[in-house]
């Protein structure tokens, strides 16, 4: 069994800056992908960031700049580093990280349980 748990949501002000961390547990043999997504009220869940095996990282188009992504192989964790928040990253984040466990014959999709990021002054 694998476990995805994040931590790090709240409420911040405008322009100020939060960290989100997601670690990985169980019966993992391999991590390949991670990444996060978000989801605002009456809005459909959207790609904040992903980042490779190997480091590669890929953005949502209006994050750029704002939003730093980045790993640690050897704690099974993803970070998400937002700076200059805005009242409109309001969501609810998810972590998801692509994992070979040893119960399965193919890499799939995990998913955290969400962590609430409120910006509001």
């Known amino acids: 069994q694998v476990q995805l748990v994040e931590s790090g949501g709240g409420l911040v002000q405008p322009g100020e800056s939060l960290r989100l961390s997601c670690a990985a547990s169980?019966?993992?043999?391999?991590?390949?992908?991670m990444g996060w997504y978000r989801q605002a009220p009456g809005k459909q869940r959207e790609l904040v960031a992903v980042i490779t095996a190997d480091g590669g990282t890929n953005y949502a188009d209006s994050l750029k700049g704002r939003f730093t992504i980045s790993r640690d192989n050897t704690k099974n964790t993803v970070y998400l580093q937002m700076d200059n928040l805005k009242v409109e990253d309001t969501a609810v984040y998810y972590c998801t990280h692509r994992i070979l466990s040893y119960r399965d014959y193919a890499p799939r999709a995990y998913w955290g349980q969400g962590t609430q990021v409120t910006v509001s002054s």
């Open positions: 169980g019966d993992i043999f391999s991590i390949h992908a």
